[in-house]
């Protein structure tokens, strides 16, 4: 490989560095350049600067050539992120396209990549429920994975630092499985959402609420999101083309350009981190060698401390590629376990009806947001023949009615649409079980043009999650019927893992460096200059969708280390 | 037809004309570039008229007025797997041979024949999409606002 460091060594060493600029590379850079230190952020993909890279936000639906929809040519290249919800014609340029980054699937794996500032958090779904310790103690009461190294005490005063400066819409439910957040105000439950809500409480005993979701949207901005330039969300629901408005949470309206503004961070789009770099004298990590992927050359960085928010598979990636004499396998892999024992969400579950009911009411506007059901399954104890359980999501829409027939009689039907009968619809977050054959791995000989290993993927369902798609269509239907929903159909979409796109695990967090990768301050055991916070930390999945935990644990984990670093302990 | 009627429709002409290139009267020459779906001139100017069997001009735009049989080439052409293209241009090939037979034949008769529905049907809906997602339509007819500004759950129909 040749290197190319013909910047000095003073100009390539920082205080910090942060591998990558997504939703927890964010916020370690906003935390590192708070405290005054002087942070770089290497961002394999290209720079996407807020408002001023989101050339599709403010275009109209027929201002699209196809409407939104992709073509067949599209598809044909991109059988894989062809199947995202959020890749269509207004957003597809913030996706990875299938050619750009292959991997190997030992088994199907539908990978969804957002390579640029700000990562996915630009196209996420926005959803932000907090664990609680019916999530952190699911191991060690399941006898599954090993016991997380915290508990919910541990994170959440991070789950409020987080959510005030990110902005979280919510209602307080005071529900012990989904505890309660710093919310601005909920949105709204429509009538039918409403209606069903209070069905469920009645006839589940309390036991199944149906809430507004948690958003990371400002329904009512506060001064420091005024601050971060943010404003009021507008509902315009349009998130995945990048908000104009920085109405929803992302790295690029929110953590970058704050780190920006203390002069602390040195942004560095187009730099892929090969390895990080370790010491053996010293005993720890001293940088990364970083390849431009433009000019394809090699440089080296230093920093006393390395932040690894490559998003979960990428990070498993770098580190798997940081061998030394004294990490063969990887940095920080003496048990070998490194890679193993990844997990994602099942969302193969849908449940769709019809509500006769609430004839003359309808809703107005857009809603960046959805109703939620936290997990009931097997919450207390065990009462099903599979582990854990699922949240789900739960809507209901009011379309028009159908229109039929020809000529002036159509015409007249389109051009004052009636409303037909509400339609409701739910689908299944389940959590999945890590397995130690669960596991992603670096091909031994294929490379990608940059000369990183290509990625092999090998994860799947198991019984367990077979028998739980079952067990939430059962459940929801019986919920339904309850309900008084009619025409009530069930769809297992059999869709690949990875398409849920909450990969995790590979790096977990445990107490015995035996068995795990990190400590409880999400360090390498191994390497303690070395952090990861980002999804590969992840010891089992639960059923929340993750990023709010990783922005806790982000914050949580740079306040530790700095901490350390004044004592000392990390130079 | 009183003077603002037909100021509006000369307003309405104004923006059908701005969506159709320019060569659409062009004699013998087909008025959209097309890469995989093959079609002759006559075809595009029956399709032209089975469209407005679907939207027609009244006393305000149609099918025609907006080019909506275009926009339904373009989709087809562009984003119809090979499954749908295939049996989008076989039957239009089969309508074309029947109305050549009967040329009072339209596609609301066809929608009723059995091997003619799957075309009338496809052709159909691309037509009403046209329509629903044509500016004309979201922003005089069904305005769509790109900013709504809020959500409210539960309001009376209108």
Redesign the interface.
Known sequence: MGYLNTKGLKERTFDAIVIGSGISGGWAAKEFCDKGLNTLVLERGRDVKHNKDYPTT?M???QF???G?????I?KENPVVSKCYAFREDAMHFFVKDKEHPYVQEKPFDWIRGYQVGGKSLLWARQTQRWSDFDFEGPARDGFAVDWPIRYKDLAPWYSYVEKFAGITGNKDGLPQLPDGEFLPP?????V??YFSGKMATVYNNSRPVIIGRAAHLTKPQQIHLDQGRAQC?????CQRGCPFGGYFSSNASTIPWALRTGKLTLQPNSTVHSIIYDDKAGKATGVRVIDTVSKTTTEYFAPVIFVNAAALNTNLVLLNSTSSRFPNGLGNDNGLLGKYVAFHNYRGHVNAKYEG??????????PNSGYIPRFRNLHKQETNFLRGYAAGFGAYRPNAP?NG???D??AQ????K?GVWGVGSHMMGETIPKENSMVSLDPNQKDEWGMPVMRINMFYDDNDEKMVQDYHEQLVAMFEAAGFTDISTNDSKQAPGLDIHEMGGVRMGKDPKTSLLNKWNQLHACKNVFVTDGACMTSTSTQNPSLTYMALTARAVDYALAEMKKGNLK | MNRRIVLKQMIWMGAAIAFMPSCVYKQDKLSIQLKRLQISPDQEKMLASLADEVVPTTNTPGAADLGLHLFALKMADDCFDDASLQKFSAGLKQFTEAKSKKATLGLQQAADDAALKDFARMYKSLIVRGYTQSEYYMTKLVPYQLIPGGYKGCVPVA
């Open positions: 403010n109209y639906p027929w050539e196809h409407r929809q992709l073509t067949n040519e598809i949105h709204e439950l429509n009538c959402e409403k507008q509902s315009r629901d349009l609430f004839p003359d009411s309808t809703t107005e506007g857009r809603r229109m020809w000529g002036t159509l015409k389109l051009d004052k649409p409303p």
